[in-house]
């Protein structure tokens, strides 16, 4: 793990975080940054651009949780998130809010370094895992589009599937286009035809 890792601490706190900064200096950590102001809290971590966020909230109610909550959704960061005592509620809405590490009643400086490569770990997994889906969805969504050109041409012009479909492949190499491209230019071409 590199020690050129910038670390940004959020904790009201002072003892706690002070535990936090000692495990993480003591794992080799120097670049570590400490808010303790709630006040524009999302600003301030633009502003430090951290690699990491460990938010330590003791006993947080729910509108603290769902703003802590919209920090992660916003920043993409690896985020560890300490609290005191928690529910399968709060569990839950951290882990779909993007938390890679929700550690309960676990603030101890011998975990600290442990606890930052899990959550750097499940930051990595989970970015990979995104990145898939989003690609998966980017290729059905071509594939769609690819199908009702497909279906225009075979019905405008009396041509079977693989017709069809070779007539857009040859178009789409003519003009140095991804398939899906051409197939959207004739679903537009189409819908204004009608």
């Known amino acids: 793990m590199?020690?050129?890792?910038?670390i940004l601490i959020v904790d009201q706190n002072v003892t706690r975080a002070a535990v936090l900064e000692d495990g993480l200096?003591?794992?080799?950590?120097?670049?570590?940054?400490?808010?303790?102001?709630?006040?524009?809290?999302?600003?301030?971590?633009?502003?430090?651009?951290p690699?990491?966020?460990?938010?330590?909230?003791?006993?947080?109610?729910?509108?603290?949780?769902?703003?802590?909550?919209?920090?992660s959704r916003t920043v993409q960061r690896p985020i560890a998130m300490f609290v005191d005592k928690s529910d399968v509620g709060m569990t839950e809405a951290a882990v779909n809010a993007g938390v890679s590490a929700y550690v309960v009643d676990g603030l101890k400086k011998e975990r600290i370094h442990s606890i930052l490569e899990l959550t750097i770990?499940?930051?990595?997994?989970?970015?990979?895992?995104r990145s898939e889906l989003d690609k998966t969805k980017q290729q059905l969504e071509e594939r769609k589009l690819v199908d009702r050109a497909k279906g225009i041409l075979m019905k405008e012009r009396g041509l079977n599937e693989e017709q069809a479909y070779a007539l857009l492949r040859k178009a789409a190499m003519n003009e140095n286009l991804k398939l899906s491209q051409v197939a959207q230019s004739v679903i537009t071409a189409a819908k204004l035809f009608k």
């Open 2 to 6: 590199s020690d050129s890792l910038r």
């Open 25 to 49: 200096r003591e794992a080799g950590h120097r670049d570590v940054v400490v808010v303790r102001d709630m006040q524009n809290l999302l600003k301030r971590i633009v502003d430090t651009e």
């Open 51 to 71: 690699d990491v966020i460990f938010i330590d909230l003791e006993n947080p109610n729910r509108d603290v949780l769902e703003q802590m909550f919209q920090v």
């Open 121 to 129: 770990s499940r930051f990595k997994v989970f970015n990979q895992l």
